[in-house]
């Protein structure tokens, strides 16, 4: 618990410095250890609140890849606390009646979501998911496989799925989420936030207001771009594994 508490406390003044929101109140943190697996999910009704199943993951799930995992793991679910509790313009009045359940940005689609987490987790921390060999691994290989922008991989109708049956499965929304935020803030430093912060005021699941606020004119042209420099980036990798020898096969057993 105090591990936990430790990190937290650290994760949250770099995420409210990164959204340009802290929340006021308390962020409610429950640990438990109730399996053999280790879970986290976050409430915003009718409080704010971290749910943190501590069980020790295996190694087949990959949660030891990426560093430190309660660092990167909490600033993920505290990004989506921030980004949650923000409102802006009509919405503040209205929280003040309707309280906790006036949360615009819950409304926003699962790529926007856990790709800004993914995003922070991977700047805001030693080493995310963002830019591990997993993900680096996932978009070269679909890229070589012209995947990329294919519905069976993620397009821009699927990028939001949880429910596609082909690769990466669910990491989908994480992944591909993770890269359209990163085009935002490689178009400009302040466009997460100023993402986040449009979306936070404008009306529920109209998404181009808050992408022009961002620096792009509608979600194709981010996409496009996404692609564009995945692309680039695959063609530059897979060149450099080309003149690398392969690894020899050793056998472990007879």
Known sequence: ARRVLSSLQAAAPRVHEALGHAPRGRTHVVVAHRSDQPGVFTFEYPHRQIFFDIALPHWGIGLNDYGDWHDWLLTHEYTH??????????????????????????????WAREGLAVRLESSLTPRGR??????????????????LGDPAFAAKDT??????????????????????????????????????????????????????????????????STLA????????????????????LERLTE
């Open 229 to 248: 420099r995945l692309r680039a980036e695959a063609d530059r990798a897979l060149a450099a594994l080309a003149g690398e020898p392969l690894t020899p």
């Open 81 to 110: 606390v921030v980004h949650a509790d923000m409102r802006s313009g009509l919405y503040r009045p209205l929280s003040a009646v309707f309280g906790s359940w006036v949360r615009p940005n819950v409304a926003a689609p699962l």
């Open 159 to 224: 990028v939001s799925s949880l429910e596609a049956t082909s690769w990466p499965w669910t990491v989908r929304p994480y992944l591909m989420g993770y890269h359209l935020m990163r085009t935002m803030e490689e178009r400009r430093k302040s466009a997460i936030q100023d993402f986040v912060r449009a979306s936070a005021g404008g009306f529920p699941f109209s998404l181009n207001p808050a992408l022009r606020a961002a620096g792009f004119e509608s979600f194709d042209a981010l996409w496009d």
């Open 130 to 147: 963002g830019e591990s060999s997993t993900y680096r691994m996932m978009t070269r290989m679909a890229a070589a496989e012209g995947l």
